[in-house]
């Protein structure tokens, strides 16, 4: 079963608004990678944030992660249309024996112009 | 970052038949692991491939369906076995390549079985 769960399903914003993606999962963590994905290809890898961190910036994007909530939360600021894709949290479990990643659903975000 | 390359990108085939889709990662990678895609979903893991021995297979996934080489630290394979319209899905390698388990994705082999 799916580590992680996210919110929403589907995001719409307008250019230049903020976008927000949450993420909830079960177990205590290693750490917590967010990944980009465009009309199914690959996965862009974004951010990693490790369990004794509490919030990474990278460009436009700023991670949070709150592990007694077992949430994280991703922040695009002023959105573009090219931010239009699937993102989706992926945890690393500190049970398991290997490095293994489990990922939540993913949120389709649109970016209209 | 990692460079990860699989081919083919897509492919159409038949029922019935199998298909091998190969991973190459450059020499920074530790792990690699496979991962499928199904229409709409997110990703599962199927497996974590080895060096020079079996690969580790989650819940749901076996040998005899998709068995997996890694021949050397660098090179894997995927084999779809015996295929199925279910088997339609996109299938992703992967490696990791710092002790914090950062992976990077290839760019996906999107599979339509008819």
């Known amino acids: 079963s799916q580590q992680g769960e996210e919110d929403p399903q589907a995001l719409s914003i307008q250019e230049g608004e903020n976008a927000t993606m949450n993420c909830s999962y079960k177990?205590?963590?290693?750490?917590l990678q967010w990944y980009r994905q465009n009309s199914g290809r690959g996965l862009v890898h974004l951010i990693l944030?490790?369990?004794?961190?509490r919030e990474k910036h990278s460009g436009r994007l700023r991670v949070t992660l709150d592990t007694s909530k077992k949430s994280s939360s991703l922040l695009i600021t002023a959105s573009r249309a090219a931010d239009t894709a699937s993102y989706f949290c992926?945890?690393?479990?500190?049970?398991?024996?290997?490095?293994?990643?489990?990922f939540g659903a993913g949120t389709r975000l649109a970016v209209h112009p | 970052s990692a460079v990860i390359s699989q081919k083919p990108s897509r492919d159409i085939c038949q029922r019935g038949t199998s298909l091998t889709i190969q991973c190459q990662v450059d020499?920074?990678?530790?792990?690699m692991f496979w991962y499928r895609q199904q229409p709409g979903q997110s990703l599962t893991l199927i497996a974590t491939?080895?060096?020079?021995?079996?690969?580790?297979?989650e819940s749901g996934f076996v040998i005899d369906k998709f068995p997996i080489s890694r021949p050397n630290l660098t090179f894997s394979t995927l084999t779809v076995s015996n295929m199925s319209p279910e088997d339609s899905s996109i299938y992703l390698c992967?490696?990791?390549?710092?002790?914090?388990?950062?992976?990077?994705f290839g760019p996906g082999t999107r599979l339509t079985v008819l």
């Open positions: 491939a080895n060096q020079g021995s079996e690969a580790t297979y």
């Open positions: 944030i490790r369990s004794n961190e």
């Open positions: 992967s490696g990791s390549v710092t002790s914090y388990n950062e992976q990077f």
């Open positions: 177990t205590s963590i290693n750490n």
């Open positions: 020499s920074q990678v530790t792990m």
């Open positions: 992926a945890t690393d479990p500190r049970s398991g024996g290997y490095n293994k990643l489990i």
